[in-house]
């Protein structure tokens, strides 16, 4: 056979996208097709409206790529929206950001392109992921103000092992300025902008008014729900001035208030982790922790140890209002080495 008659085979690899179809997403499809990956978009209905899963199916033909649509409703409400609500009815103050990339968008990303035979999955997410000894690792972004790695430490090996993440490198500002339509979606996706509260008592959640008291147990006023409160707090029905939330007892239905000096916290317990590697979580002398995406969080590093089926961490540069219910994230510089849930403080 002629040279010129042979034909080459060129494999090009693939990667599912969670594609929305919003400007991160969208930069992201440019981004891995432009390096010459075989992009397959994937919409996860959770609560889309049919004029955003237009849109998403709409901005996938334009950008030329395959686009399926997940009918992820179920598992939204059960994994996510009922979870939201029962913690918020103990008292807790939930992430459900964290646990929504956990057990719904990238899990069914993993899911689906196992199912469509597609090697990689990917998201619109600022983050990266190294390998370090053999474990992949989320790793911060490189755009601080846009890193969301903070809300990435839940996922498994597995998931990370398999993931490409083309938004990393870049920074939002930047992306923002090659589209004409610079709005963003903002806050909790299924509150659709209205009040917790609100939404709560609308799915449930009883909003029976309770006694406020001091750390001494000192009557201070009455609330209207203790869903309606959060660590921190220092408005609302019931809040003197000066005082604010500092616990939450939902069997006893009461709001425990106290000044701003009784919010910072030296130990913290946490259950429900997931921990790359426990024997550098142990040993290492330089993890730094967060309590938040945003906002104040301990600079030193902190001593950690067993506790239980979780951890207690304490930290010489106490936490500023700890909140059963939310993330605390394990960092070795940019490295997120594991998480878990806040149980308690002291």
Same mark, same amino acid.
């Given at each position: 056979m002629p040279f010129g008659d042979l034909l080459i085979l060129v494999y090009m690899s693939s990667v599912l996208l969670g594609f929305s179809g919003g400007i991160d997403s969208t930069t992201a499809v440019e981004r891995l097709k432009r390096d010459g990956y075989r992009v397959v978009a994937l919409t996860i209905d959770t609560m889309l409206s049919g004029e955003a899963v237009a849109k998403a199916k709409q901005r996938a033909e334009e950008l030329g790529v395959e686009w399926y649509l997940y009918d992820g409703r179920e598992r939204f409400t059960r994994d996510i929206v009922d979870y939201f609500c029962a913690e918020y009815a103990a008292g807790h103050t939930p992430a459900p950001c964290t646990r929504c990339n956990t057990l719904i968008k990238w899990q069914i990303l993993l899911e689906e392109a196992n199912?469509? #035979?597609? !090697?990689?999955? $990917?998201?619109?997410?600022?983050?990266?992921? !190294?390998?370090?000894?053999?474990?992949?690792?989320?790793?911060?972004?490189?755009? +601080?103000?846009?890193?969301q790695s903070y809300y990435l430490? #839940?996922?498994?090996?597995?998931?990370?092992?398999? $993931?490409?993440?083309?938004?990393? $490198?870049?920074? =939002?500002? !930047?992306?923002? !300025?090659?589209?004409a339509d610079?709005?963003?979606?903002?806050?909790?996706?299924?509150?659709? #902008?209205? +009040?917790?509260a609100e939404y709560l008592a609308n799915h449930g959640i009883a909003m029976a008014a309770g006694e406020i008291v001091d750390e001494h147990g000192t009557l201070q006023g009455y609330h209207n729900g203790i869903a309606r409160y959060t660590i921190g707090q220092k408005r609302g029905e019931g809040l003197k001035d000066g005082l604010r939330v500092v616990d939450i007892d939902a069997e006893k239905n009461r709001i425990i208030v106290g000044t701003s000096?009784?919010?910072? %916290?030296?130990s913290l317990y946490i259950y429900d982790s997931n921990i790359v590697d426990v024997n550098e979580l142990l040993t290492a002398d330089d993890i730094t922790i967060k309590?938040? #995406?945003?906002? &104040?969080?301990? %600079?030193?590093?902190?001593?950690?140890?067993?506790? =239980?089926? /979780?951890? &207690?961490?304490?930290?010489?540069?106490?936490?500023?209002?700890?909140? =059963? /219910?939310q993330p605390l994230v394990f960092y070795r510089d940019n490295r997120v080495i594991g998480g878990g849930i806040v149980v308690g403080f002291e």
């Amino acid at each position: 056979m002629p040279f010129g008659d042979l034909l080459i085979l060129v494999y090009m690899s693939s990667v599912l996208l969670g594609f929305s179809g919003g400007i991160d997403s969208t930069t992201a499809v440019e981004r891995l097709k432009r390096d010459g990956y075989r992009v397959v978009a994937l919409t996860i209905d959770t609560m889309l409206s049919g004029e955003a899963v237009a849109k998403a199916k709409q901005r996938a033909e334009e950008l030329g790529v395959e686009w399926y649509l997940y009918d992820g409703r179920e598992r939204f409400t059960r994994d996510i929206v009922d979870y939201f609500c029962a913690e918020y009815a103990a008292g807790h103050t939930p992430a459900p950001c964290t646990r929504c990339n956990t057990l719904i968008k990238w899990q069914i990303l993993l899911e689906e392109a196992n199912r469509l #035979g597609v !090697e990689y999955i $990917a998201t619109g997410h600022y983050f990266q992921i !190294e390998n370090h000894n053999n474990h992949y690792y989320v790793v911060k972004g490189i755009d +601080p103000a846009k890193d969301q790695s903070y809300y990435l430490w #839940g996922l498994s090996q597995e998931v990370l092992s398999r $993931a490409l993440t083309p938004m990393g $490198a870049m920074i =939002k500002s !930047e992306v923002k !300025e090659n589209f004409a339509d610079k709005s963003e979606s903002m806050g909790i996706c299924f509150l659709e #902008g209205r +009040p917790y509260a609100e939404y709560l008592a609308n799915h449930g959640i009883a909003m029976a008014a309770g006694e406020i008291v001091d750390e001494h147990g000192t009557l201070q006023g009455y609330h209207n729900g203790i869903a309606r409160y959060t660590i921190g707090q220092k408005r609302g029905e019931g809040l003197k001035d000066g005082l604010r939330v500092v616990d939450i007892d939902a069997e006893k239905n009461r709001i425990i208030v106290g000044t701003s000096s009784s919010l910072y %916290k030296q130990s913290l317990y946490i259950y429900d982790s997931n921990i790359v590697d426990v024997n550098e979580l142990l040993t290492a002398d330089d993890i730094t922790i967060k309590i938040r #995406g945003i906002g &104040v969080n301990p %600079k030193y590093p902190v001593s950690i140890k067993s506790w =239980k089926d /979780g951890y &207690v961490i304490d930290t010489p540069d106490p936490a500023f209002a700890p909140a =059963k /219910g939310q993330p605390l994230v394990f960092y070795r510089d940019n490295r997120v080495i594991g998480g878990g849930i806040v149980v308690g403080f002291e």
